[in-house]
């Protein structure tokens, strides 16, 4: 009995938020849209009793999804949301896992400070980070001028409102998710492991890409997964950095909900979205409890 | 008794006795600092080929370092250290025909048994379709045939050392290194470990060097063993020799048991006759070394070359006291035997019949004794 009330405490958390705002977005993605409050149609009414409940199912279809097929714009969206995830990720991994390894070999004392350092930029507001890096990125900004001054380009470089743009914003804010698994698992590796490639014939090359490569894979998946699944739905960043031309399914979601006030196609894109990203979800979480079983 | 002839005794493994023989490393006056810890001072040691040899010590007398340093993971500060003749110095771990078993076992967690095995191999000059054979032969070599597939967290602790074993053989290095091998095991499992660690030594005529803190497991596989404590060699002898004629305390002290007995020797014939203690009778000692008059000394008796009496025995190096502490092993018992002037004197009995009720019990007065032979003399 006490067992099943422990258990009860996180699934009703669950049940409350986030089950039960899922089914409402459902629901609100088979309406159809109405100039109201609020912006959809049909709404439960339970005074009518059972037919009425009959009704408004009877009023739910699945229009708007096959609307989201007929657009191309949408699924435009969705692949360039997934490219610019994709390469964002590989970039902060490429940053990431150098870091990381640096810091696990860092010398024991150095450590919790170069893990401040990493965590620190968490300390302040994120649009504020983000809008720094439009002054450092714009025609005019810190970065072009610092160029310009030496000398290594002539004329300014056009990088705020490209894509190159969206991807240092995702590189630079995620970063701190690829660096601390990838650390956490280094930090485990055995110094003796390495030895021992050492011993057997290794350079220190081969042993890292024998040893240390494969040891520390749970890490970087659990690392690419915590960067591609926030950027693949990223809002702030895109329409901040990205410009107009910059097409990302956040984006799309937002203007569907405050410019058009279509909230039942909002709510499609919404839904289509988790449904993509409960893949990468469900083989993260596969990741995690195959770690788990080998370290027992 | 006549000797027996010494031909008919096989020829005894003993290289170091012979001055013609070239010995596989060795040392030459090498010094380890760590800033200013000194790990190794000064350091002359040499191993001869097909040599099981210990450097035995307490932890942070040098000997991992000492090891470390034949590995080619911590360079000499001074000296050189010769493989074959030729200094190794300069030669990186990777390039040395030298394998090392990890304390950790340091298998490879991702890799199977068979992967293990073959990591080495596959790094080595063997040509590709010679590997496979040379594995079978290793995973036979330590009877783990059947678990080739397996991942090191699938075996048992008894069996990831095997394995250890089997990986840091298949090179077939000149020189294997044995970092507290059998560290992790149990009593029972590393007893009979010794021994199949023995046998695979003399099947692949491999000169092992191995590092252990246990006395007992240095004694049971080791040719010859080296104390050492604080970066230094105290003594390098055989077993029976390092045992019964440890040529200091400190030595004697940290292999096996013994009682230690401060005095003064003076001789007497072809015997010290050691006064210590007010009241007591000297202690006669037979004793190859050259003391002065009156020179100040120790008389170290191991408790198994101890006899216990109830009653006053003819003989010499008598003494009365009573049990304070009996220590039961079921094979042998140790008793505590205290003096009259406080000195406990440690005497061990072999439990040679199942009688329950013991021979001496606590608060008895007895007699302790043991021969002219018996008794090791030190100098101070």
């Given at each position: 009995m006490?067992?099943?009330?422990l ?9 409350a ?5 899922f089914l409402?977005v459902?629901?609100i993605?088979l309406?159809?849209v ?5 912006p959809?149609?049909?709404t439960?009414?339970?005074?009518a ?7 408004f ?6 229009e708007n ?5 007929e ?8 692949l ?14 490429m940053v ?5 390894l ?5 010398e ?9 350092l990493?965590i620190?930029p968490?300390w302040?507001s994120f ?5 720094a890096?439009?002054g450092?990125l714009?025609t005019?900004?810190?970065l072009?001028?610092?160029l310009l ?7 300014p470089l056009?990088?705020?409102?490209t894509r190159?743009?969206?991807y240092?914003g ?8 690829m ?6 698992t280094l930090?485990?590796l055995d ?10 014939g290794?350079?220190?090359?081969q042993?890292?890409w ?7 894979k749970?890490g ?10 926030p950027?693949i739905g990223?809002?702030v960043?895109?329409s901040?950095?990205g410009?107009?031309q910059t097409?990302?399914i ?7 909900f ?11 894109v919404?839904?289509?979205l ?10 993260f979480q596969r ?6 079983e080998?370290?027992q | 008794?006549?000797?027996?002839k010494?031909s008919?005794q096989p020829?005894?493994f003993?290289?170091w ?5 070239a ?10 600092r760590?800033?200013?810890?000194t790990a190794?001072d000064?350091l ?30 911590e360079n ?13 110095g ?14 950790s076992?340091a298998?490879?967690?991702h ?6 095995i073959a ?9 590709k ?17 059947k ?10 602790g ?5 394995v ?5 053989l ?17 009593k029972k499992?590393r007893?009979e470990t ?5 046998e ?5 005529g ?10 007992e497991e ?17 003594q ?5 020799v390092?045992?019964?004629?440890p040529?200091s305390?400190?030595?004697a002290?940290?292999?096996?048991d013994?009682t230690v007995?401060e005095g003064?020797?003076?001789?007497v014939?072809?015997i010290?006759e050691?006064s210590?203690a ?7 000692c037979?004793s190859p070394l050259t003391l002065a008059?009156d020179?100040s000394?120790f008389v170290?008796?191991r ?12 003989d ?16 042998l ?7 009259a002037n ?14 329950t009720?013991?021979r001496?019990?606590?608060?008895e007065d ?6 002219v032979?018996?008794a090791?003399?030190?100098?101070r």
């Amino acid at each position: 009995m006490r067992r099943l009330l422990l258990i009860a405490i996180p699934y009703a958390w669950l049940v409350a938020l986030f089950l039960v705002p899922f089914l409402i977005v459902v629901k609100i993605s088979l309406s159809d849209v109405q100039l109201s409050i609020p912006p959809y149609t049909p709404t439960l009414e339970f005074s009518a009793g059972w037919t009425g409940i009959r009704d408004f199912f009877s009023q739910l279809d699945f229009e708007n999804f096959v609307f989201l097929t007929e657009d191309s714009l949408y699924w435009k969206a969705y692949l360039s949301s997934l490219q610019i995830a994709l390469v964002s990720t590989a970039l902060t991994l490429m940053v990431g896992y150098p870091i990381a390894l640096a810091m696990a070999n860092a010398e024991q004392a150095w450590r919790p400070t170069l893990m401040m350092l990493v965590i620190l930029p968490f300390w302040t507001s994120f649009l504020i980070r983000v809008y720094a890096w439009m002054g450092i990125l714009s025609t005019e900004g810190f970065l072009n001028q610092f160029l310009l001054w030496t000398g290594v380009i002539s004329e300014p470089l056009t990088i705020l409102n490209t894509r190159v743009a969206v991807y240092i914003g995702i590189v630079y804010t995620y970063l701190p998710f690829m660096i601390l698994p990838i650390y956490a698992t280094l930090e485990k590796l055995d110094v003796s492991l390495l030895e021992a490639a050492e011993d057997l014939g290794c350079t220190r090359r081969q042993a890292f890409w024998l040893v240390t490569a494969p040891l520390s894979k749970p890490g970087v998946i659990a690392g690419c997964f915590l960067v591609f699944i926030p950027a693949i739905g990223e809002f702030v960043i895109p329409s901040l950095l990205g410009g107009s031309q910059t097409l990302m399914i956040g984006k799309v979601l937002w203007e569907e909900f405050f410019s058009n006030r279509d909230w039942p196609v909002a709510s499609a894109v919404a839904v289509v979205l988790l449904l993509i990203l409960v893949i990468p979800i469900i083989l993260f979480q596969r990741n995690e409890q195959r770690q788990r079983e080998a370290e027992q | 008794m006549p000797d027996p002839k010494p031909s008919a005794q096989p020829v005894e493994f003993a290289p170091w006795v012979d001055p013609k023989a070239a010995p596989l490393i060795s040392f030459r006056g090498v010094t380890k600092r760590f800033g200013d810890f000194t790990a190794i001072d000064n350091l002359y040691l040499d191993i001869f080929q097909r040599e099981f040899f210990a450097l035995l010590g307490p932890s942070g007398c040098g000997k991992t370092t000492l090891m470390r340093m034949l590995a080619g993971f911590e360079n000499a500060t001074e000296g050189t250290i010769l493989l074959e003749g030729q200094n190794i110095g300069a030669v990186p771990p990777n390039k040395r025909a030298v394998n090392m078993m990890f304390q950790s076992y340091a298998l490879f967690p991702h890799l199977t048994v068979w992967d293990n095995i073959a990591f080495g191999l596959k790094r080595s000059d063997m040509p590709k379709d010679q590997i496979p054979a040379r594995v079978e032969d290793m995973l036979r070599l330590v009877q783990m045939q059947k678990f080739a597939k397996r991942k090191p967290h699938q075996i048992s602790g008894g069996q990831r050392q095997r394995v250890a074993l089997a990986r840091s053989l298949a090179k077939a290095p000149k020189l294997l290194l044995l970092d507290e091998p059998l560290g992790a095991l149990d009593k029972k499992l590393r007893e009979e470990t010794q021994f199949e660690l023995m046998e695979i030594q003399e099947k692949t005529g491999t000169t092992f060097v191995i590092v252990t803190h246990d006395q007992e497991e240095a004694m049971t596989v080791a040719s010859r063993i080296a104390v050492m404590d604080h970066g230094k060699l105290i003594q390098v002898d055989t077993p029976p020799v390092i045992y019964e004629a440890p040529k200091s305390v400190y030595v004697a002290d940290f292999l096996g048991d013994v009682t230690v007995i401060e005095g003064r020797a003076n001789r007497v014939g072809d015997i010290y006759e050691v006064s210590w203690a007010e009241g007591q009778p000297p202690l006669r000692c037979a004793s190859p070394l050259t003391l002065a008059p009156d020179q100040s000394c120790f008389v170290a008796v191991r408790p198994e070359k101890v006899e216990i009496h109830a009653d006053r025995p003819e003989d010499e190096n008598v003494l009365q006291g009573k049990i304070v502490d009996i220590g039961y092993l079921g094979n042998l018992s140790t008793y505590h035997v205290q003096l009259a002037n406080g000195q406990i004197i440690k005497a061990q009995n072999f439990n040679t019949e199942r009688d329950t009720r013991r021979r001496f019990t606590w608060e008895e007065d007895v007699w302790v004794n043991w021969t002219v032979r018996c008794a090791i003399l030190l100098e101070r």
